[in-house]
């Protein structure tokens, strides 16, 4: 990735440290930078990109980079995990299914072992869930194979939770190929306020090439029918759709279709199937760009950056917010798999091929945390260098950057093609009205010393409402700045 303007400038102290700035590309005549690895993003002065700096300017800047250090916004830091703190757990409640879809992972829903998950181990892993936790607040997604085979145990678990547990308030989702779903059902899932994710590929004949029932017929008016059955019993519903080689069609496209079908549905995530973006690029990047801005203009109704629920508009949020965690899959850290017959794993996906490593253990004996820990916080040689290592959703995926070991072409053109979609956001708006869309206005606080702050600095404006909440921005040490690039120098 090329900027269009590259500098370089340099504060120094006797207890100095280099802090450096990476140059993003130049929109409406307006300069951002980003500390590398990292969130946190400031607008920098034409003068300083230019050059146009003499020793009074020097030292208008080297005030303000004190006051930025002081209040903890030069920062570095790197999230690592280091321990397991979980918000919730993937019970695979059964390795079954009803269905042979064509791209199934698993031979078309035919498993070869594990079967149902018992109630006793299903009670074991709340239990695991509750002691990897310190949270009042946790979650459980029942999966499969089709989970509502075993319903059964899916009410078990559930009014074990509650009983065993009084004390924390237990959210509950099942993600379901939806055909097994029918008004017996309604009741536990209304009072228990069991959120449903229906697979659901597309319209009707794109969805009904690939996930067929045993007789290879389509399943679509099915599922169809019970989304309405949900909705009439006010059950909170997401869909799921999977676009693949056979059903290859703007993502956008789909989004539309199934919002105007289903517009009480409350999301729509759009997904490519894994063998498919494994082998195709081209078009692929500016099709996720576009489902990005689809997404946001059905959340927000009116504008495209306005709430953040499109990945664009997540970033911006959490720049604003100056976070120092990861953006990365949460599986590992926050949320772990648990097998029918114990066995837990970093993620569903590495679950499925039963991959020995990532096998992290068995509820009945042993939970080696370590051992996901080493997984979640390794990074290829290729990531690990580039400045927009926190800032890319695609390397979150630790299975594969663990088997792949660097990332695929097209995820680092969807990084940086996000990158401009947030650049050309923020060089279009003003620090003013992104902060009012972003940040709550009942946070009177935040926004006046935000905006105050703002006011104070006339060079280096960062994007950040606070200061990191991690380190503190390293505030007994002053900072050298660099702002690095490869051309031209501009020594302040």
């Not at 099709?287 to 709430?307: H, P």
Request: proline share 3%; with cysteine.
């Amino acid at each position: 990735m090329r900027v269009s303007m590259e500098a370089r400038g340099v504060l120094e102290n006797k207890k100095s440290r280099t802090i450096k700035l990476h140059l993003l590309p130049t929109y409406n005549s307006r300069y951002f930078a980003i500390i590398p690895q990292t969130t946190r993003i400031f607008e920098i002065s034409p003068e300083i990109i230019q050059g146009n700096v003499n020793a009074d300017l020097t030292e208008k800047i080297s005030d303000e980079l004190h006051t930025l250090q002081k209040l903890g916004f030069l920062c570095e830091c790197s999230p690592v995990k280091n321990e397991t703190e979980l918000e919730g757990i993937r019970m695979h409640i059964a390795h079954a299914c009803n269905l042979r879809c064509k791209y199934c992972d698993v031979n078309q829903g035919q498993y070869s072992g594990s079967g149902f998950m018992p109630a006793s181990t299903a009670r074991k892993t709340v239990d695991f869930l509750v002691s990897k936790s310190s949270s009042s607040e946790l979650k459980i997604i029942f999966w499969g194979g089709e989970p509502l085979l075993n319903f059964s145990v899916i009410t078990d678990t559930i009014n074990y939770a509650k009983s065993r547990y009084p004390e924390i308030r237990f959210s509950y989702q099942i993600h379901t190929n939806g055909t097994l779903i029918n008004r017996e059902m309604m009741e536990t899932l209304r009072n228990n306020r069991i959120s449903m994710t229906i697979s659901l590929d597309g319209y009707r004949q794109l969805h009904d090439k690939n996930r067929v029932d045993p007789h290879d017929n389509g399943t679509w008016d099915k599922i169809s029918d019970n989304i309405q059955l949900l909705n009439r019993h006010n059950i909170t519903t997401n869909i799921s759709c999977i676009i693949t080689e056979q059903t290859n069609i703007e993502p956008a496209s789909i989004y539309k279709q199934l919002k105007d079908h289903f517009p009480f549905v409350k999301n729509i995530s759009v997904k490519y199937e894994k063998s498919y973006i494994n082998s195709t690029s081209g078009e692929l990047t500016q099709n996720l760009i576009e489902l990005d801005k689809t997404t946001e203009e059905y959340v927000s109704g009116t504008g495209r950056i306005k709430t953040p629920k499109s990945i664009v508009s997540m970033l911006v949020s959490r720049m604003l917010k100056g976070y120092a965690d990861d953006i990365s899959c949460p599986h590992g850290s926050k949320w772990v798999s648990v097998l029918p017959n114990g066995n837990i794993y970093l993620c569903h996906h590495s679950a499925m091929g039963n991959n020995p490593e990532f096998l992290a253990g068995n509820i009945e004996t042993l939970f080696n945390s370590t051992k996901l820990n080493n997984i979640i916080n390794g990074t290829s040689s290729k990531c690990r260098d580039c400045f927009a290592l926190n800032l890319c959703n695609n390397r979150g995926c630790h299975l594969s950057r663990v088997i792949r070991k660097e990332p695929l072409a097209w995820q680092c053109d969807l990084t940086f093609a996000q990158i401009n979609e947030i650049l050309e956001y923020l060089s279009s708006n003003t620090f003013e009205e992104v902060l009012g869309k972003f940040i709550s206005k009942t946070d009177l606080e935040t926004l006046l010393s935000a905006t105050l702050l703002r006011q104070r600095l006339h060079y280096i404006k960062p994007l950040a409402v606070r200061g990191c909440n991690k380190c503190g921005g390293n505030k007994d040490q002053f900072a050298q700045i660099e702002f690095a690039g490869t051309n031209s120098t501009i020594k302040i």
